[in-house]
């Protein structure tokens, strides 16, 4: 059995049986060979992505947070969010003064047997805001707070707005919650919470919820059990109503 080719140069080449063997033998071993260095270099592939995968989602989570500068993915992953507004603490006032003055802001409606009592976002910054800055120092929370203010938003929330630093890094914390009273005492459902550009997992918000109204609200629950037991509370725009069961 013969085969006849054309060659490079328009001539005809004639193979025998044994030579066309050979020659379909070097194409199954020659696609073979690039078969295998294909699937090779897939696995290779494969293989880096999934080594790397890990060090990626950590690299960008911490890029996102805005305390860690990491090449390239922080110019693309950090955007710094802004509060709702800028809110000051009020002049002349002091977490002291905020906290005495409560059982004299209070009214009493006999009709319905509670007394009510409001605070500016002002005045909930100066107490808030330089307790938090305190318990930040006194190693209370978990990250150092340079700064903090409170907004009262329309919605019902309290969005509480602080600068944490590390190593010279400085990123906002955006913490939104919505205050309730359960059994008498204060508590605070977390609605959002933001380090840098990080929306931050519940289980951990939930536990920066926990040393915050165990350190900064117990402050303000003190002030309050001053006029009375806790009743309830509504969350209005730029101001927040307090209403008391007065003590016997």
Not at 33 to 60: D, E, N
Not at 146 to 157: H, M, P, R
Request: charge should be negative; hydrophobic fraction near 45%.
């Amino acid at each position: 059995m013969t085969r006849h080719e054309e060659g490079d140069g328009g001539e005809t080449i004639t193979l025998t049986r044994d030579e066309l063997k050979e020659e379909i033998r070097k194409e199954i071993k020659h696609d073979g060979r690039k078969k295998f260095l294909r699937h090779a270099l897939l696995y290779l592939v494969f293989l880096f992505v999934m080594l790397a995968l890990p060090f990626l989602l950590i690299a960008g989570v911490a890029a996102k947070s805005g305390l860690f500068q990491v090449p390239v993915l922080s110019s693309w992953l950090y955007e710094a969010p802004a509060p709702t507004r800028i809110v000051v603490p009020l002049a002349g006032a002091t977490p002291e003064s905020i906290l005495a003055s409560m059982s004299a802001k209070a009214a009493f409606y006999p009709a319905r047997g509670v007394a009510e009592l409001s605070l500016s976002e002002q005045e909930l910054t100066t107490l808030i805001g330089t307790q938090l800055e305190q318990s930040s120092t006194d190693g209370a929370l978990p990250f150092p707070i340079t700064s903090a203010q409170v907004a009262l938003l329309s919605n019902g929330s309290m969005e509480l707005y602080a600068i944490t630093e590390r190593d010279g890094n400085q990123a906002p914390v955006i913490l939104t919650v919505t205050p309730e009273i359960v059994n008498g005492g204060l508590e605070l459902q977390a609605e959002e919470f933001m380090i840098g550009a990080l929306s931050v997992p519940d289980f951990v918000s939930d536990m920066i919820l926990e040393s915050l109204t165990d350190s900064v609200m117990g402050g303000l629950e003190d002030g309050l059990s001053g006029v009375g037991a806790l009743d309830g509370i509504t969350v209005e725009e730029g101001n927040i109503r307090v209403s008391l069961m007065p003590r016997l």
